[in-house]
Each structure stands twice: as C-alpha cells, then as structure tokens.
C-alpha cells in the first residue's frame, strides 16, 4: 500500500513543526529581580536626607505654621540636589539625633517647652496691662483728689487699689452723714460732688458699698446696719445720678459691718469701719485685675 505524500509548501518547501521555547520563564525572572532593585533603590533614597536642606525646610514650615511641624517627625525622601557623604545622615526614628537642634524624639518636651513660652508670653502681657491699668486709677485718684483739696476736704477720704479697681473711701463721720442716719450732709455732697468730674471722663462701672462699724444701730429708723450701710450707699448713687452719672453705670451694696476696713478690736475701728467705698470698677478681665495689688507700687 503506498505511503501518503507529505505536504509541501508552495514553493517545494517542505513545512517544519513549530519550535517550543523552554526558557521563557527567564523574561519574567528579569523583570522581576529589575523591579526589586529599582525598589530596594527608592527604599534606599528614602532612608536618607539632605541635612542643610532639611533644616531649611523645617525653618520654612516653622515660619509658615509657627511651630516644627509633626510630618518632619518621621522619614522624608531625599530632597532635589546633590549631596555630600559629610551633609547626609540617617533618619531612624528610634535614635534621639538631632535635626536643626530638635531631638526627633523630644516631642513631648518640645510641647512642654512651647506651652511655657506661651505661658511666660501671656503673663508678661498680663502683667504690663495691669501696669497701664495701675497707672490709669492713679491718674483718676490725682484727679478726685485735685477737686477735693478746692474744697478743702481731702482728709476725709481715702484711696487704695484692689482687684476691683480704685476705691475711693469716704469716712462716714458726722461731716457726711448723722449718727444712724443715711442722708448726705451739705459737706458730704460736696465730697460726693468732687468726685464726679473724674467718673464722667471714663466709661468705668461704679460700685458703692456702705459699712457699718461693730456697734449695734440704737433705735430709729433702720433696724440693724445691714439697712443703714445700704441706705446710706443708695443715698450716694442717687447724688451721682443728681450730678449726671447714669445710672446704668452704678450699683449700690451694703454690707453691715461684715467687712472691717481694720481689726474691730482696734479703737480706730469705731470710726474708719463706718464709711462708704466708692469703688471705680477696673474694665481689665479676671486674671489681668488680679495682679493690680501687686503691681501698684511698682508703677
């Protein structure tokens, strides 16, 4: 039986199987180990940095935000341009070295340092406002005590400075006001009146506070000092609303004799207990008005 004739292709060429390539797998090997090497480069790249331009970088952004910033804390990649073996250093966040003088891992310290500074900075503005605050009252005290002595009345009151503001005290002896008494007498309007051209050039609250001393009030018309030292304080606001302060600036307390100006046992407390405060409320917050005793003889 004859054997079937190979196929030719045209042309009188005989056509060959198709040749299988083993080695393929070598392509894919190659590109693998070239995308390792290129990986373990940018890794490598990343673990070090430009340290003159690092440190301008952290000036920028401190400048920029006000303080180190957080991102600086851990790695960054290598900045543009070439560097020196002696300006490159390795960034290990479990080393406490030093970038631009900042240990990387003082961060807490480095708060603890910032929120002194702040602290040290609010109280240095703190104190100078009490300062300015200090030497205001005393211009408002020179004032009232300038129109005082016209009248010849400058003995009868008294002037300090607390957290409150100035307080301007008026002895309520028998110059101003009668035994058991809370209408002003003529010599005490006219203290009240002396007063009033300094209150009208600030835009400062008014407080008015009366006192009684420790004895008790003898019959008549207020039963017990806490009526007598208010009446007499009311009566001291309703002659600064007479001579044109407004009301909406003032208020009127009184206290009995629940706050002694001096020790009760002293003989002097009999007469410098009964008086009546005119206090010139400071318009400083809380804590700047709390330093106003300190700062008042270092004006």
């Known amino acids: 039986m004859a054997k079937a004739a190979k196929p030719k292709k045209k042309g009188g060429h005989e056509e060959h199987e198709e040749h299988v390539n083993h080695e393929r797998w070598l392509v894919s090997y190659a590109d693998m180990l070239t995308l390792l090497f ?6 490598y790249s990343m673990s070090n940095v430009d340290k003159a331009k ?22 960054i990649s290598l900045l543009d341009g070439s560097a020196t073996d002696a300006s490159i250093m390795n960034i290990n966040p479990g080393l406490a070295e030093e970038v631009s003088g900042v240990p990387k891992t003082a961060t807490e310290d480095q708060i603890e340092q910032a929120v002194a500074a702040s602290d040290r900075q609010k109280a240095a503005q703190d104190l100078a406002a009490a300062k300015a605050e200090a030497e205001n009252l005393d211009k408002i005290k020179q004032q009232i005590d300038a129109e005082l002595k016209k009248a010849g009345l400058q003995d009868q009151v008294k002037y300090s400075i607390d957290a409150r503001g100035l307080i301007v005290t008026v002895v309520t002896n028998e110059v101003v ?111 700047q008005a709390s330093l106003l005793p300190t700062v008042v003889g270092t004006k």
């Open 54 to 75: 690092y440190a301008e970088l952290a000036a920028g952004l401190k400048q920029g935000f006000g303080a180190e910033s957080a991102a600086l804390q851990g790695n």
């Open 177 to 287: 006001f009668a035994g058991n008494k809370a209408e002003l007498r003529p010599s005490g309007n006219k203290i009240i009146d002396s007063v009033v051209p300094a209150l009208k050039k600030i835009p400062n609250n008014i407080e008015v506070d009366g006192h009684t001393n420790q004895l008790n009030v003898s019959a008549g018309d207020y039963p017990s000092g806490w009526e007598l030292s208010s009446a007499r304080a009311s009566s001291v606001v309703r002659r600064l609303i007479t001579d044109g302060i407004s009301d909406k600036r003032l208020m009127a307390n009184g206290f009995a004799d629940t706050r002694p100006l001096i020790d009760p046992k002293d003989p002097r407390s009999v007469t410098m207990n009964r008086r009546v405060d005119v206090i010139i409320l400071t318009t400083l917050p809380a804590t």
């Open 38 to 43: 290129v990986l373990f480069v940018v890794l």
